[in-house]
């Protein structure tokens, strides 16, 4: 029979000419354009997953709207010191200041303004560890109470009682509990008239008591001062451990040095309460200055109390002296000193306050220094000097008369007792007036003060975010679509890794898919190529009609098998309108239901199943009975007739090949609709009875190994794979492409 279907007037790029030159004879494609991710490539995905993309979006974006109604706004107090730089202790130093590095008094006060020894007192004083808040309904509640602004108590919602609304207030003055229900979370529940129950984190009551009335008992001991709630509204307590008060106070408490060696440090404490971070920081504040000014008074203060313990020991001395003078005179009479040995007393008694003095200052230097240093090493030179001048000076006493010797001796223990006594009291009362009127070297620049506006991230700011987030969410998320769904999007991935030409890609068509709809309905008989002629996957299909006829030049029968690897990839559709364009160019076709499992063309042309293939095969109907007619006329159809229990016995049968040399013999081209190559054996059997074997793949539906094993499987039963039909292309995404991926035309009809 004449193979020659129709002339045609398009070939596919890639498709040979009349010459049915193979195609590893044509000239090689042009050179594509680097492999990777264009800007147009980008662009279609983008598009593809348009309203994935859009649904994160919304939904993220309502979940920012829900934290700006449901986020508790957080304030900032900040207030401001000044450390004033200390003196080196040595001035020959301050010179290498420079190389030695930063000086560290002010990172050490950093460090001592967040110290227990400062943020403990605060905790202690304002009572931070006892954490008493009304309990609020999750999420939501607590927006709801905040936003109440009526006078009184707010209504609860029905059922919801126990919670807070708004307006409840509670002020625990007190609250001590045994040491194992530290950092444990208890509850308390207004009564009637100012009573209250407490019950600890076992739902155990533990107390009950009244507001203004400690309540003690198992261990526990509560004063509450305030308490305004409707009765049975429930309130969280717990008492913290003194570090775990401490540490919860650091988490929103930081300093900082404002300009580098200003000696200005900023504090700041965030926090829900504006007047309650205000008193906190500014509690801070005060109790790092008194501890300032405490710890420069010590020094002065031990002083003074070493030099009152010595006084009296030194009052006592120079009372026995005075009295061994004067006892001495009156024993020996009236003795006057003589102009040399006044001289030798003045010297002598010089000498020895000089030498308290330098000792004094040695035992000071020894606490900084050790005894090598230069500084102590001078002040031991002057010491012996002073030595080898009394040594002399007891060498002209020893030169005196033994009366004069006496009354030198005991006027010197006078002298010299009387002037350290004198100077240690006036040591003394200079330290008192200083411990008194002692300054810190740090004060208060700024008091604390609370922003009036919220800190943070403001509401817009928040919405774009989570705008942003969701847009980077849905781009992460069609990342991991794509990185999981390794499938077909591209005809030339088939024809470069599997060697096949395709030729023909059928766009993606909505009319088709209402038409399908309604065959489900029971509304069967249209066929997309009679009633939308100028939609753009008929033309293909008019192009795949044109290919075909060079196809088949040298097949020896005018048989067609449409197949697919998988099920739902349109091989229905492209059998009944390639059929349809066929028989419009006035030859003689007849559609093959071979899926005697879930053949379907039956609906989607109108026509009843009943008497079709199973029942010629089983020789129970002739070929006249089993042909049926359908509304596109020289188109004809064998539907498959009831099901089978054995398909593939069926199509293995003598019968089948005969009934398929009947049909070629009787119309110009027979194409036969077969079952997926991988689900069943099938398609193998019908292949071996047919001029040529077209596959249809559709876009974004499988990998490219199960279109690989489906040509494999054929080919091990003797079946060689003509080209593939790619269908299903969306044509709108692939507009934002470039290069040759992008060719993709539309030459629509016009009136």
Known sequence: MDNDLLKGNFTPAGVPAATGTPMAMQPAPIEQEEEGLALGEIIAVLMDYRWLIAAICLVSLLAGVAWVLVARPVFKADGLLQVEEKSAGLGSLKALQPLLGDDTTVTAEIEILGSRMVLGRVVSKLKLDIVAVPRTLPLIGGAIARRYQGEGLNSPWPGLSRFAWGGERIQVDSFDVPPAQLDEKHKLVAGEGGAFEVFDDDNERVLEGKVGMRASGQGYSIFVAELVARPGTQFRLMRLAPETAVDALRRDYSVKERGKKSGVLELSLLGYEPERIARVLDDVLNTYVRQNVERRSAEAEKTLKFLDNQLPALKTQLDSAEAAYNNYRQSRGSLDLSLETQGILKSLVDVENAAVL??????????????????????????????????????????????QQTILRLARDVEVSNRLYTELLNTAQQLRVAKEGTVGDVRVIDSAAVGRKPVGVPPLGILAISLLLGLLLSLVVIWVLRALRVVVEDPETIETQLGLPVYATVPHSKMEIDLHRKAQGGRGGELLAVSYPQEDAVESLRGLRTTLHFALLDAQRNSLLITGSSPSLGKSFISKNLGAVLAQVDKDVVLVDADLRRGHLHKELGIERAVGLSEYVAGQASLDEILKATAVPRLWVVTTGQIPPNPSELLMHSRFETLLAELGARFDTVIVDAPPVLAVSDAAIIGRHVGATLMVARAGKHPIRELDQAVRRLAQAGVQVKGFVFNDLNVSRQAYRYGYKGYVYRYSYRN
Not at 372 to 392: C, F, G, T, W, Y
């Open 358 to 403: 330098l000792k004094q200052e040695r035992d000071e230097l020894r606490q900084s220094f050790t005894p090598e240093h230069p500084r102590i090493q001078a002040v031991e030179s002057k010491l012996q000097r002073l030595n080898d001048r009394r040594k002399q000076f007891e060498a002209d006493v020893a030169r005196l008369p033994d009366t």
